[in-house]
């Protein structure tokens, strides 16, 4: 007797082929364009390396089981990684660990912000606004650089106070007779919130306070107070606890703080720019505006997060878009196999802008970063040395910079939690699954947009800075600096109404960005008009204040991306410039042009035909030139499977086998295939019928019998 064969099987899909075929027919070599993103070969090099030291290390690494992670595991979790990760950061100079901390920041968030307040908050507050022997004896004596003998945390923040840092009211005063503040939460709106580390792990806080002497309120400055003794008990007059659940980061110990008359020595104070002697008297800098410098870190660290987090999740989305097949396009044939997503005109407007974006995040956050590390030295020297004129320009810079990363830090942090739920829409019903990534991404980048400022607020204050300035250069004769150079153009711009961009200047990348400046520079005028003409109200005009600022940030980050193109003269270089080059008009053209279309037209800067020729053609033409090129773009990032931790953005493509995977091997069946509440689900199911539960006691035949009409 014959056996035929009774199991039908066919060949699986297999997005792996078509991935790896874009990747064959790359036009430039990736590794090459990731020298492009992070600044230099050296960069690349060294960043690919801790890449592969950390998908190496056991406990470091990201798996897909860090999605069902509780609360307290994930807490646990976390400061078991902060201990191994005190190992590297022995070995490495800061700009190396700094590097790391970036790298980190992508797959995972909460490890990254935990250490990150103590490294970066605390330590960073202390070098802000600290003596040189303060910081040597907190940071270096202390050891607390290499995360030892102290933990801290960053207590700015309270329950009745947040942007608002010169309205805190946690007080410090001072007490002459033994030398000493007194560090004191009056109400519970003072009650120190969102503290992270708190709860836990800290074990000082330096602390933002209102320094009272002899009755005199002299602001906010800060303090380093000690929370925890050696056996990690509580200090006395502190009380702390636990702020509880938050949409992401569980792995941080947020926490509250309560100060009950806590007393610390006079020289706990941080005192670079404001000074308390023993008799009381109060010496404070004319740069004592500087002592919020500590934020200024975060800002630059949330611009370089926006692109990290970013290119993660384009490339996810394009991953699957080139390999997952849907549908048949409109001029397909009837025998043609589905459709890729990515060959949709509609698709690729969804996710090519933002893939431009990623590659003008990058560079912006390259140049932020060497901006900031220029104006800090500058400083530092210019104070140690008490040189006015490195003080002047100290200053300056800082303030240029506090300009830069308040437009940067809430433009690229509002634009990239957009992207992460673009991309997940765009990977449709498998990217609301918990292991492609973009859940997490989202719950945990959402912070960012309120954190050291929330984001209306921090445009606000830029869009304001942009009014002063054009205001003191058509009256004053003044010359802004740094970032509002371009604002000197002004009489010219103001007075000459003519459009800058027509159909044909499109694709000039140099005339985008003057568009830019003249849009800024004629919405500026106009925001001054208004002013004036309603009693210098701010608020009146605070929705243009803040379009001012986020398209001062985009000609930061186009001229930052321009700058970089134009510096690249290398045969290997040369190669990749024509692609860059359609980015940056495709990032002009899409995340500034026609975002901001009611700005451009109605001053002018850009003429109808043009704008309807960008929106109805140049887009779509421009997404279609680089359609062929997404996938080398995405490998140029040089994202290690570990890091993007997907079921659908795996290097090779293999996302549905991957995708079964992993919900296998992390929802394993139980052997009986009961849950926990089956009996209750059987409750459910198998009750009695409504009749019986009622005893028959409502059912035609117990009428019959109790109803004495039925008698009649």
């Not at 058509?474 to 802004?480: A, M, N, R, S, V």
């Not at 037209?601 to 053609?617: E, R």
């Amino acid at each position: 007797m014959t056996v035929t064969k009774v199991v039908n099987s066919s060949a699986p899909p297999a997005p792996k082929n078509f991935i790896q075929a874009e990747r064959d027919a790359a036009v430039f070599n990736p590794e090459v364009m990731n020298y492009f993103l992070e600044g230099s070969q050296e960069r690349s090099q060294e960043t690919k390396a801790m890449i592969q030291q950390m998908e190496r290390d056991p406990i470091l690494a990201a798996r897909s089981s860090d999605y069902d992670m509780t609360k307290a595991e994930a807490r646990e979790n976390t400061i078991a990684k902060i201990n191994r990760l005190s190992r590297y950061i022995e070995s490495e100079t800061f700009d190396e660990f700094e590097r790391r901390m970036s790298l980190i920041s992508v797959f995972d968030p909460q490890l990254h912000t935990r250490v990150g307040v103590h490294l970066g908050l605390f330590i960073g507050c202390i070098r802000g606004n600290g003596t040189f022997a303060q910081m040597n004896y907190w940071v270096l004596e202390k050891e607390s650089a290499f995360i030892k003998n102290i933990y801290g945390c960053f207590a700015m923040t309270e329950l009745a106070h947040g942007s608002n840092v010169a309205g805190l009211e946690t007080t410090a005063t001072y007490d002459e007779d033994n030398d000493q503040f007194i560090i004191n939460t009056p109400h519970v709106g003072a009650t120190k919130w969102w503290i992270g580390g708190a709860a836990h792990s800290a074990t000082h806080s330096s602390v933002y306070a209102r320094l009272i002497v002899k009755g005199k309120d002299y602001g906010v400055k800060t303090f380093v107070v000690p929370l925890r003794d050696s056996n990690h008990e509580l200090m006395p007059g502190v009380t702390v606890g636990d702020i509880g659940s938050k949409m992401g980061r569980e792995g941080i110990d947020n926490g509250w703080i309560q100060f009950s008359n806590v007393k610390i020595p006079r020289f706990f104070m941080l005192q670079k720019y404001a000074k308390v002697d023993s008799n009381g008297n109060v010496e404070q800098a004319a740069l004592n505006q500087l002592s919020y410098s500590a934020l200024l870190g975060g800002r630059v660290v949330m611009v370089k997060d926006a692109f990290r987090w970013s290119s993660r999740v384009i490339t996810i989305a394009t991953r699957y878009g080139v390999g997952r097949r849907q549908f048949q396009a409109a001029k397909a044939k009837e025998s043609d196999p589905e459709s890729q997503l990515l060959d949709y005109p509609l698709h690729q407007r969804r996710l090519i802008p933002i893939l431009a974006m990623c590659y003008a995040f990058s560079n912006g956050a390259n140049v932020l970063a060497d901006y900031a590390k220029e104006a800090n030295e500058i400083l530092d020297s210019a104070v140690a040395n008490d040189d006015k004129a490195g003080i002047d320009r100290g200053v300056a810079l800082a303030k240029s910079l506090f300009v830069a990363s308040g437009s940067l830090k809430s433009t690229c942090t509002w634009l990239t939690l957009n992207n992460i739920d673009q991309c997940r829409q765009a990977c449709g019903g498998h990217g609301y699954s918990a292991y492609s990534g973009f859940g997490k991404a989202y719950n945990d980048f959402a912070v960012q947009c309120t954190w050291e400022g929330d984001n209306n607020i921090l445009g606000m204050s830029v869009g304001k800075q942009l009014v002063k300035n054009i205001k003191s250069v058509l009256e004053g004769g003044e010359k802004p600096e740094g970032i509002l150079e371009f604002l000197n153009n002004a009489p010219k711009y103001i007075n000459n109404k003519d459009a800058i961009l027509d159909s044909d200047a499109l694709s000039d990348t140099s005339k985008l960005l003057q568009a830019i400046q003249v849009v800024l520079i004629r919405g500026s005028y106009q925001c001054l008009k208004a002013l004036e003409a309603n009693g210098e109200d701010w608020d009146y005009i605070g929705a243009d204040l803040v379009t001012l600022s986020k398209l001062l940030a985009h000609f930061f980050l186009l001229k930052a991306f321009l700058d970089k193109i134009d510096s690249m003269s290398s045969p290997d270089e040369k190669v990749l410039v024509e692609i860059l080059d359609k980015l940056a008009q495709l990032y002009s053209a899409t995340i500034v042009l026609e975002a901001f279309s009611g700005f451009f037209l109605s001053y002018s800067v850009i003429s109808a035909d043009a704008m309807t020729t960008l929106t109805t053609g140049r887009i779509q033409e421009l997404c279609s030139q680089i359609r062929p090129h997404v996938i080398p773009l995405t490998d140029a990032f040089q994202l290690s499977d570990m890091m993007i931790n997907s079921s659908l953005g795996g290097y090779d493509g293999n996302f549905y086998e991957e995708y079964f995977k992993i919900v296998k091997d992390n929802n394993p069946a139980p052997g009986s295939f009961h849950a926990p509440y089956t009996a209750s689900i059987k409750a459910m199911l198998q009750r009695p019928s409504y009749d019986d539960r009622t005893r028959q006691e409502f059912t035609d035949e117990t009428a019959e019998s109790l109803d004495p009409e039925e008698d009649d």
